[in-house]
Each structure stands twice: as structure tokens, then as C-alpha cells.
């Protein structure tokens, strides 16, 4: 069975990689934009990005020797819609 | 900061746990009901009933001398409500 979800809720449970989904919201951001907020290395929020590219929950593109990251909210919908069916419980 | 979202998105983050929710709808199940779909031991879906109640998506009662889960959709419904404020972008 392919399972897309797991992924996705294992890369959402983590406080930093939700707040670089939130950063994302407000546009394409490098590494170093991203992890500005945070007291983290550039290093640990690349390998927290690796994480949320692997779920489908970002993609990233290279502009000249800069990376980008980009939200791709249609990861967050799969996951959102697995959860719509159990709030009338 | 005390972080909730985090062992729920961990907890759905399994086939086998977000199968259990799932049956958990049609009402409040043993452990042996709820092993019987799943080629696995009793004690293995007692793990995953642990990890769903330490995230707070199940509750646990004794009734005799068996012991029901009854699913806690508060839980789903604060994860639910984070994915919903990005699903516009």
C-alpha cells in the first residue's frame, strides 16, 4: 500500500517544520531567511527542509546559487481531508 | 512551550493507528475487537492504543474486565484546525 499521509503528519509533527510551513505562507524563502527565526543552523533547517520535501509539503528550486523553498499546501489538504471525515465524532 | 499538535500529527502518522480511529467511529471497541482486522498481536495494538491516548485522540475505561477506547475527536479537531488556516495558499 502506498501511504502518502504517514509522511505527511510525521513531517507536520514537529514545532520548527510547522513554523517553516508557516514562514512559507509569506512567500518563496531561502535556508538562511528561514532559519533567521529560529536558533538553529542553517544545516539543521536544511535537514528539516529535506523532511517536509520528502512528505510533498514543500518543493525547492535553485535561482542562481540561492535555494527556495515553496509551500505545496496540496500535501496539507490530502492530510486535512483524512481529518474532516472524523469531526462529526 | 507546551506543544500538542506535535504528538497528535506523530500518533496519525501510521497506517495502523489512523485504521484504529477509523473504527473507533462506529463506536468504543476492545483491544480484541481492535486487533481482529490487522494481522497483529493484541499487545502490538496496545502499543498504538497508548501512543493514541498519550496524544489524547482516545480515551481508556474498564468495564469488568474488559477495557474500552473511545475515540476523542478534540484532538483531531485542533490538528484540523492548524491545516485549515494554510489550505487557502
Redesign the interface.
Known amino acids: 500500500?502506498k501511504?502518502a499521509?504517514?509522511?505527511?503528519?510525521?513531517a507536520?509533527?514537529?514545532?520548527t517544520r510547522?513554523a517553516i510551513?508557516?514562514s512559507?505562507?509569506h512567500g518563496d524563502a531561502t535556508v538562511a531567511e528561514l532559519a533567521r527565526p529560529f536558533a538553529m543552523s542553517q544545516p539543521a533547517i536544511s535537514k528539516h527542509l529535506r523532511v517536509l520535501e520528502a512528505a510533498g509539503l514543500i518543493s525547492r528550486s535553485r535561482v542562481a546559487t540561492a535555494r527556495y523553498s515553496h509551500?505545496e499546501?496540496a500535501g496539507?489538504?490530502k492530510?486535512?481531508e483524512?481529518?474532516?471525515a472524523?469531526?462529526?465524532?
Chains 1, 2 share one sequence.
Open positions: 500500500m501511504d499521509l504517514s509522511p505527511i503528519f510525521a507536520l509533527a514537529d514545532p510547522r510551513l508557516a512559507l505562507t509551500l499546501a496539507l489538504q492530510a486535512s483524512w481529518m474532516t472524523y469531526q462529526r465524532y
